[in-house]
């Protein structure tokens, strides 16, 4: 098989690692807004 | 003139249909699901070319090269098996979960953790894939111009904004009106050129006996057959074709859209016949070309020696057809790549905006600002296309790569919905496996040889194992939908 492409896997990586961070921190705001309500 | 005939042919054809389906459009759940839901044969067409797209054209004629016509086994395969599969269980099974994404789906079986990761790997994993079809759309821009458009970034620009205009203005709607004109196209198009290039055949190199008579004179006696079960056709194609659109493409997003959409249960399993017919039929044209192409040295002498199997299809259309009915040979291609890329921009921003952003960032959101954010989610999906379309240089290993993520979801969101729902189980499998997909794809070990090389095939090893083993020891729940059934029993009782 041809190597993957460095590059783009870490890009690919990163659009992965940078949206769950985004939805996990998102979820923990709203919790606690939640809680304070 | 070819290029300006396909490119304006798409660019009015969109440009109109988007048009109208947005007049159609009041709300941000008719933009999603389409105004009043999807019927039977609006379905089954707009289902049909989601994954029909540079697998079943562009890759496969360059495979068809090495490995001959058992490549077909591909189409075959989508179309005799996934496509009925999806329409006739798996779409109507994820529609009872009553949600609107695949990560709605996972998040109700797994909780918001797991809904987040697969919206996450979603977005990531159909980028890698969707910026595939961008490259297949632009090299047939670039093949098509004869290599007078630069490949970058001219090609990949045109090729982007195509796909973005697909289903910007009227979503599913948009792209179910347009993947029917265009799977209609697509056949009657592709099966005329190729009649066609058989006249030409016919009087410049004696036909399909002379292609004939190339292969047996090498050797490749059984290169023109359909049976021929080589290591590589084996493992290269029947193989990944099977396990990758069975496991990942059966939770992604894109995949699912139109199913989320339908108007109901019968109308997604109506119209499996016609569905699975055009699917296998549309890469038997591209393949054909390819094998003549190669037989004819004139042509493959004209091709730089890297892009000889690439190119060879076009290069036989553009000096056999008429450049009107070149221009009608694109469009056909172009329907492919557009659809499944214009699909997978709709279905990665649904995640984006819905799983994302409206979930976790702004949850009061209006209509309006709904729709807003889903129109920006989609510009932001198109350039996420753009970077590894621009940078990217080889294909297949990041198809593996990409798709080989999905695996491990599908078989813990199939335990989960007819087993048992174990939370610790789901998460260590989906761990476990992606160490795998990362471990395979950068540090093979050097013992893994021959397919094993290939990072899907451990990866698909260690989800079903881990999988099996580890939700029948650990604890959990009885799964969704047996969950759903004995609830139903009681309120029956």
Wanted: hydrophobic share 55%; glycine share 10%.
């Amino acid at each position: 098989m041809q190597p993957l492409d460095i590059g783009c896997a870490i890009f690919l990586t990163a659009v992965m690692v940078v949206l769950a961070v985004i939805g996990y921190v998102g979820d923990a705001a709203q919790k606690r807004k939640e809680k304070k309500d | 003139m070819a290029v300006i005939i396909a490119v304006l042919y798409y660019l009015i054809l969109t440009l109109a249909v988007g048009f109208v389906a947005r007049r159609k459009i009041k709300s941000i759940e008719d933009f999603n699901k389409s105004a009043g839901g999807l019927g039977w044969v609006m379905l089954v067409f707009c289902f049909v070319l989601i994954p029909l797209g540079s697998g079943h054209t562009l890759s496969l004629w360059e495979s068809s090269v090495g490995l001959g016509a058992s490549v077909l086994w591909w189409g075959i395969i989508t179309g005799g098996i996934f496509l009925p599969i999806m329409m006739l269980f798996l779409g109507p099974w994820m529609r009872r979960t009553g949600m609107n994404t695949f990560p709605q789906v996972m998040e109700k079986i797994f909780g918001p953790k797991m809904g987040r990761l697969h919206a996450a790997v979603t977005i990531g994993t159909w980028t890698g894939i969707g910026a595939a079809e961008t490259i297949a759309t632009g090299t047939a821009i670039y093949g098509l111009s004869d290599g007078a458009i630069p490949f970058f970034p001219w090609c990949i620009v045109i090729a982007l904004v195509l796909i973005g205009l697909y289903v910007f203005f009227g979503g599913i709607l948009q792209m179910a009106w347009l993947n029917m004109i265009n799977a209609i196209v697509m056949i009657v198009g592709s099966y005329l050129c190729l009649f066609l290039v058989g006249g030409w055949l016919m009087a410049n190199v004696n036909g399909w006996e002379g292609v004939k008579a190339f292969y047996d004179s090498a050797g490749k006696v059984t290169f023109l057959q359909n049976f021929d079960f080589s290591p590589g056709v084996i493992f290269q194609i029947i193989i990944p074709v099977t396990v990758l659109h069975l496991s990942a493409a059966a939770v992604a997003q894109n995949m699912n859209a139109p199913f989320f959409a339908a108007r109901s249960d019968a109308d997604c399993r109506k119209g499996v016949f016609i569905g699975a017919g055009i699917n296998s039929l549309a890469s038997i044209p591209w393949v054909v070309l390819a094998l003549a192409g190669m037989t004819i040295p004139a042509l493959v002498n004209a091709l730089p020696a890297d892009q000889v199997a690439k190119l060879i299809p076009i290069k036989l259309a553009l000096t056999a057809l008429p450049k009107p009915i070149m221009g009608v040979l694109m469009i056909c291609l172009l329907a492919a790549t557009l659809s499944t890329g214009g699909a997978t921009v709709l279905g990665n921003a649904q995640v984006l905006a819905k799983d994302i952003v409206e979930r976790s960032l702004f949850p009061n959101m209006s209509d309006k600002g709904k729709m807003r954010n889903m129109k920006v989610c989609m510009i932001i999906c198109v350039l996420l296309f753009a970077v590894p379309a621009l940078f990217m240089p080889v294909v297949f290993p990041i198809f593996l790569w990409c798709f080989s993520f999905g695996i491990p979801l599908f078989v813990v969101y199939i335990i989960g919905m007819w087993f048992k729902i174990s939370r610790p189980a789901t998460w260590i499998t989906v761990i476990v496996v992606y160490i795998v997909n990362f471990w395979w794809t950068f540090w093979t070990p050097t013992w893994a040889t021959g397919p094993w090389g290939l990072n899907m095939y451990p990866v698909t090893v260690v989800s079903l194992v881990l999988g099996i083993i580890l939700h029948i020891i650990l604890p959990g729940e009885k799964g969704l939908l047996r969950q759903k059934k004995s609830e139903a029993a009681v309120e029956g009782a």
